[in-house]
């Protein structure tokens, strides 16, 4: 999805940063910078938010899709469970990092592509690297309400956005099981959307985004602010958690540029 949208957005004449893991944006997409980073890395995601901070003093809009499915537990070069350090930490460290830019823009925006709306799962308080009873869902699911509870809990002067866009016929199926990478890909034909349609919202969230501080859309649906998947007293002990981790993993930030 961050594809499509980063081309889409690139057409209209956006001057557009994609940030992927591969070596290149194949086929390239005119008018995108694209910076090569393993975002499950505290160190280089601190280095993409310095050369971003360097290059483009002001970010407009932060759209954060990253993730990746893993059927056996992983661990980052930091020692971090994989699916935490990147759909969920990542997009802490860039929303975070990345907040002097965003409140230089008239108008900011942060679209955190999750599964907001979904209440199963939560985060393992005792345990978030999920060193004991790892499965691919309990990862992805920790991860999806961690992200629930980094939109609750933002302050910057950007509109957060968490948006679930549902079921969607895009990602790496490849990590997973065999029969249940068959039964989606089935699942998949009938059910579900386009990537076009997914992303179609967000260009317009870019150019008007709304009015509220913190707004949650599930395939449609604007959510009530007091669902309890967005507790803003677990949105402070997560950011709690959080710092706490980063002070034991991450080497010290490069500097910004102001």
Same mark, same amino acid.
């Given at each position: 999805?961050?594809?499509?949208?980063? $081309?889409?957005?690139?057409?209209?004449?956006?001057?557009?940063?994609?940030?992927? %893991?591969?070596?290149?944006?194949?086929?390239? $997409?005119?008018?995108?910078?694209?910076?090569?980073?393993?975002?499950?890395?505290?160190?280089?995601?601190?280095?993409?938010?310095?050369?971003?901070? %360097?290059?483009?003093?002001?970010?407009?809009? /932060?759209?954060?899709?990253?993730?990746? @499915?893993?059927?056996?537990?992983?661990? @980052?070069?930091?020692?971090?469970?994989? @699916?935490?350090?990147?759909?969920?930490?990542?997009?802490?460290? /860039? *929303?975070?990092?990345?907040?002097?830019?965003?409140?230089?823009?008239?108008?900011?925006?942060? $679209?955190?592509?999750?599964?907001?709306?979904?209440?199963?799962?939560?985060?393992?308080?005792?345990?978030?690297?999920?060193?004991?009873?790892? %499965?691919?869902?309990?990862?992805?699911?920790?991860?999806?309400?961690?992200?629930?509870?980094?939109?609750? *809990?933002?302050?910057?002067?950007?509109?957060?956005?968490?948006?679930?866009?549902?079921?969607?016929?895009?990602?790496?199926? %490849?990590?997973?099981?065999?029969?249940?990478?068959?039964?989606?890909?089935?699942?998949?034909?009938?059910?579900?959307?386009?990537?076009?349609?997914?992303?179609?919202?967000?260009?317009?969230?870019?150019?008007?985004?709304?009015?509220?501080?913190?707004?949650?859309?599930?395939?449609?649906?604007?959510?009530?602010?007091? /669902?309890?998947?967005?507790?803003?007293?677990?949105?402070?002990?997560?950011?709690?958690? @959080?710092?706490?981790? /980063?002070?034991?993993?991450?080497?010290?930030?490069?500097?910004?540029?102001?």
């Amino acid at each position: 999805m961050g594809r499509a949208l980063a $081309v889409q957005l690139a057409r209209r004449g956006d001057t557009v940063v994609a940030i992927g %893991s591969r070596a290149s944006l194949e086929p390239e $997409v005119p008018g995108t910078t694209y910076l090569q980073a393993d975002l499950s890395s505290v160190a280089e995601n601190q280095r993409v938010i310095a050369e971003i901070g %360097s290059r483009w003093p002001v970010v407009d809009a /932060l759209l954060l899709f990253a993730n990746r @499915t893993s059927r056996h537990r992983a661990e @980052t070069v930091d020692g971090l469970e994989g @699916t935490f350090a990147l759909y969920y930490l990542s997009r802490y460290l /860039l *929303g975070h990092g990345l907040a002097p830019q965003l409140d230089r823009a008239a108008h900011p925006v942060i $679209v955190n592509v999750a599964g907001v709306g979904v209440t199963r799962g939560g985060v393992r308080w005792d345990d978030p690297q999920l060193t004991r009873d790892y %499965s691919v869902i309990t990862a992805q699911l920790q991860a999806g309400r961690a992200n629930d509870l980094l939109g609750a *809990g933002f302050s910057g002067k950007a509109r957060y956005i968490l948006y679930h866009p549902g079921f969607t016929r895009s990602g790496n199926l %490849s990590p997973l099981p065999l029969l249940v990478r068959t039964g989606i890909k089935v699942l998949a034909r009938f059910a579900a959307q386009p990537i076009a349609d997914a992303i179609r919202p967000i260009p317009g969230w870019i150019d008007h985004p709304p009015a509220a501080q913190l707004t949650a859309i599930d395939r449609g649906r604007e959510l009530p602010p007091d /669902l309890p998947t967005l507790d803003p007293v677990a949105a402070r002990r997560l950011a709690e958690l @959080t710092a706490t981790m /980063l002070r034991d993993v991450a080497p010290p930030a490069p500097e910004r540029c102001p």
